[in-house]
Structure formats: structure tokens, C-alpha cells
């Protein structure tokens, strides 16, 4: 199975979110304030669930912050949390190998036979997740100036 | 429309507030509840009158159609409209749903438009 990571700035665009939600995007700012919020929370609970080998609260996690990535359509990091979310609905810990990306400039990483680890993928979820604030921060900041 | 009393039970605040935020232009009270003991405490205890129940599936501690049945067992629910939202729609997940008489579903990720509409053919029959 190919498994491809992105790491690169966050692509996430709060004008094109705003437009489905039919709202200006200064409407949206508690919706967002909740989300970081609840994803925070949620996030450190991961990291403690994995730390204590709670394979069972990391799925009941990882499904929970899948499906708010999905709400808010942050394409990415919904992507992300679904491999952890797969991974974890296998009872015994996956050994999944990834190709190296052809295109280092876009930030696909991997390398042939290497172990996707729970740790790896947090890490990255929780990277993902940083840049989607800091978006989120510099976006209200800018508003408000 | 009359004011509509909707009942959420969902236990992630970022997909209330998306919920209340499609709703809030639909003459609707939004109150939430993230358990069956806190649905139950809107809807006995407060004395509030719930035109609607809207049901998560995959509560974090309970299963959404578990409650609904609960709901269902009770005469004074017997018939009390309720839209379960879910991640997957499979066919064991449609067919309780239809013993339980559940109003509709709605897939996730909710799209604003169909989550109105199903609503509101619900609120207004």
C-alpha cells in the first residue's frame, strides 16, 4: 500500500470554507475558535492514549478529529488523520512500506520499506494541524487590523 | 414557521456550532446534548418540548441508534421525529434505522444545503 504525506504550508483556505458555509468568513471566527479548541484537547489526548499503548482510545480519537478535518474541509489534515484512523482499525500494529515521492520540492516523504509508525503519523497530524491555526491566527489577526 | 425547538445530540462542539450556524436562519432553538444523559435531562427534566432530534451516530461512550431505540421503548417518544447523522451508511446501518422509524439520515461531512432541506421536510412535513 502507498502511503504519501505531505508536508508543506497549509493549503487550507478559509474564503473557499466561508463560501460554502454561505457566510462571510468574520462570522465563522467562533466556529473556529471551537474547533482549535476541541482539536487541542483532543490532540493531547492522542498523545497521552499513545504514550499509556491505548490503541482503543486512539482509534475513538482518530476517528473524532477525521470526521471534524472532514466538517471543516481541511482537505490535508483529514487525509492524515484517515491513515491513522485506518491503521488503527487493524488489531495488531501495521507495517505499511512508501515509495520515495519523485518530487522532493512538494514535500512527499517516504522512503522503500519503512514503517509508518503511530508516532510518525501523530507527529505529522499535529504538524498539519499548526499550520491550519497558524492560517487560521494570521487570517482573523488581519481582519481585525 | 413556528419557533422550532431542535434537539442536538452530538459530543463534538466544532460540529454543533456548524449545525446551529447552517440553522440560524430557520426560525429554530438549538440546544445540544453530548450523551443519553444529557439528552434525556433536555428532554424530561427542563420540561422543553423538542420538535426534532438530531442524532449522532458515533457518540465517543454510546451508539446514536442505541439511544434512539431507548427513545423509541418510551410511549412518550414513540414518535418523535429524529434524523440520525452518520459517517457510513451501510446496509445493517439502514435497515435499524427503518425498524426504529428514524425520520432520515444525513451523511457526513454535513453539506449545508441538503442538511437544511432534510431538516426542514422534517420540521414541516
Request: glycine share 4%; hydrophobic share 40%.
Amino acid at each position: 500500500m502507498k502511503i504519501m504525506i505531505k508536508t508543506t504550508t497549509s493549503d487550507y483556505s478559509i474564503k473557499d470554507f466561508a463560501a460554502h458555509m454561505e457566510m462571510p468568513p468574520a462570522e465563522l471566527e467562533n466556529l473556529f475558535r471551537t474547533f482549535i479548541e476541541e482539536f487541542d484537547s483532543e490532540l493531547s489526548d492522542l498523545k497521552a492514549a499513545h504514550d499509556n499503548n491505548d490503541s482503543k482510545r486512539m482509534y475513538s480519537i482518530a476517528h473524532n478529529i477525521k470526521g471534524i478535518a472532514a466538517n471543516m474541509e481541511m482537505d490535508t489534515l483529514f487525509k492524515t488523520c484517515k491513515i491513522l484512523n485506518d491503521l488503527l482499525k487493524v488489531p495488531v500494529s501495521a507495517t505499511v512500506s512508501n515509495e520515495i515521492g519523485t518530487n522532493s520540492n512538494d514535500g512527499t516523504i517516504g522512503s522503500n520499506g519503512s514503517t509508518l509508525s503511530y508516532s510518525s503519523l501523530i507527529h505529522e497530524i499535529e504538524c498539519q494541524y499548526n499550520q491550519v491555526k497558524d492560517t487560521l491566527f494570521e487570517f482573523y489577526h488581519d481582519l481585525r487590523a | 414557521m413556528d419557533l422550532k425547538r431542535i434537539l442536538i445530540v452530538e459530543d463534538s462542539p466544532t460540529v454543533v456550532e456548524q449545525m446551529r450556524l447552517f440553522l440560524r436562519n430557520e426560525n429554530c432553538k438549538v440546544t445540544h446534548a453530548g450523551s443519553e444523559f444529557g439528552m434525556m435531562q433536555m428532554i424530561e427534566e427542563y420540561g422543553k418540548v423538542v420538535d426534532l432530534v438530531i442524532m449522532d451516530v458515533n457518540l465517543k461512550n454510546e451508539n446514536g441508534l442505541d439511544l434512539v431505540e431507548k427513545l423509541r421503548t418510551n410511549d412518550k417518544y414513540a414518535t418523535l421525529p429524529v434524523i440520525v447523522v452518520t459517517e457510513h451508511a451501510q446496509v445493517d446501518f439502514i435497515m435499524r434505522a427503518k425498524t426504529l422509524n428514524v425520520n432520515d439520515y444525513i451523511r457526513k461531512p454535513i453539506a449545508k444545503e441538503s442538511f437544511v432541506d432534510r431538516v426542514m421536510k422534517v420540521l414541516i412535513p
